[in-house]
């Protein structure tokens, strides 16, 4: 997505953290303590990947986006599918989102990634494209004045 901005990567940590599983120091069921909560959303709001789960090897991975932000109000903590995020980046100011990868049979879980999305990442010419698109896609015409109401939000 083009807003996407302020990527944390969480992958070293998962390493270190299956580092120590293999190694004894953790032991599987303090890794693999995903929440009901947590596996029906990714039953229900993930994106299946490729991946295999890399403590039980049994099925692929399925990552998990939850979005917080203060414009969000009561939808804040709620899992969306990816679709629906690119959708809210283009009409929502700044919301946070964090990535969390499931496996459906073992239970392991752990944050992937997090970032932020929406539209105070883009120039005033793409906010103004971008107007135009949404409305010529819609049959209506853009306003004249559409520059300087844009200008007044940066």
Known sequence: MRTQRQ????????RA???DVR??????????DASPYLKNAARFHG???D???PICRRDNLTLV????GDELKQSAGQARKLAELTVLAMTLREFQVF?????????WNHLTEQYLLG???LTTDELIRDEAMASSSSGRHRETGSSQRWEGRR
């Not at 190694?23 to 693999?32: K, P, S």
């Not at 990535?99 to 239970?107: F, N």
């Open 65 to 68: 986006h939850y979005i917080y």
């Open 47 to 49: 994106e299946p990947t």
């Open 119 to 121: 539209r105070d990442a």
């Open 17 to 19: 953290v299956l580092r």
């Open 23 to 32: 190694n004894g120091r953790v032991g599987t069921l303090e890794v693999c």
């Open 51 to 53: 991946e295999r789960c």
């Open 99 to 107: 990535v969390v990868e499931v496996c459906p049979s073992c239970a």
């Open 7 to 14: 990527i944390v990567d969480y992958s070293l940590q998962k």
